[in-house]
């Protein structure tokens, strides 16, 4: 079975442990790259942005119990600004080419929450604002590159009190029911709880250039791995919000299932 890794710190516990099982291959790349590989058939299970689900859900089961998400701060998925962000009206947005789910995110907060009307280009150098998501964000977030940060974790919990699922872990549906997924599934669940319970035993195979020890800990501790009744919630109020801006053509049926 080959599984797509996302290589951010955000999941560098999961995949930490998932290795150590030593029954998998791993292929690793943004978000984005790992969308296109599961699509393709690169990879048979990913970790991969929430909105390729919906986008694509005939392909897929989700499975249970465990996402990447936020309940409220998240840190590594910005909007970074040298103004406020009612003054950004008419103003032009750098969208990362890195995830879907996060631009389609800031379109929503945009709209809905901040009532800010911008224009999006993909010219860093160009732009008045930049959406930075995964170690470029937590970079920027703890270093203070800019004057404004707008955490969009933070913002959607204001937005609608429910957590955001960033990522979703996915298999293409020919896996469902098998004992292959079946067995992947508790081993996710199993590590998803085990590792959270010696952060800091982490920090002796991992370093994050420009972060602190205390910082890199700090960020582990807020990241969300669960998949609860309130994180559907969440889901399903980002899919009718990303219907609504037209970033997707109908509501998808969500099939957890393994």
């Known amino acids: 079975m080959k599984i797509g890794e996302i290589r951010y710190a955000n999941v560098y516990p999961i995949f930490y442990y998932l290795k150590k099982i030593k ?21 048979d299970v990913g970790v991969c942005s929430s909105i390729e689900y919906a986008r694509n859900p005939g392909k897929y089961v989700i499975i249970p119990d465990i996402s990447i998400s936020s309940v409220g701060d998240v840190k590594s998925v910005c909007l970074f600004s040298s103004r406020k962000i009612e003054n950004l009206e008419n103003a032009t947005v750098f969208l990362t080419e890195e995830s879907g789910t996060s631009v389609v995110l800031l379109k929503i907060l945009l709209k809905y929450y901040f009532n800010v009307k ?121 899919y009718k919000l990303a219907r609504e801006i037209g970033e997707i053509k109908k509501f998808p049926p969500l099939n957890l299932s393994v």
Request: net charge negative; charged share 25%; with cysteine.
């Open 118 to 238: 911008v224009s999006f280009t993909n010219n860093f150098d160009d732009s008045d604002a930049v959406l930075l998501i995964g170690d470029k964000a937590l970079f920027s977030y703890y270093n203070n590159d800019y004057k404004y940060v707008y955490d969009l974790g933070f913002h959607w919990f204001q937005f609608s009190g429910y957590p955001f699922v960033f990522a979703l872990w996915i298999s293409d549906s020919k896996w469902e029911g098998t004992e292959d997924i079946k067995r992947l599934h508790k081993n996710l669940v199993n590590i998803k709880v085990d590792s959270q319970k010696n952060l800091a035993a982490l920090l002796e195979e991992y370093s994050f250039k420009g972060l602190t020890s205390y910082q890199i800990l700090d960020y582990w501790d807020i990241i969300n791995y669960n998949l609860t009744e309130k994180h559907i919630c969440g889901l399903i109020k980002f």
């Open 23 to 43: 029954e998998y291959d791993f292929v690793r790349g943004t978000p984005s790259f790992l969308n296109k590989m599961i699509r393709e058939g690169g990879v």
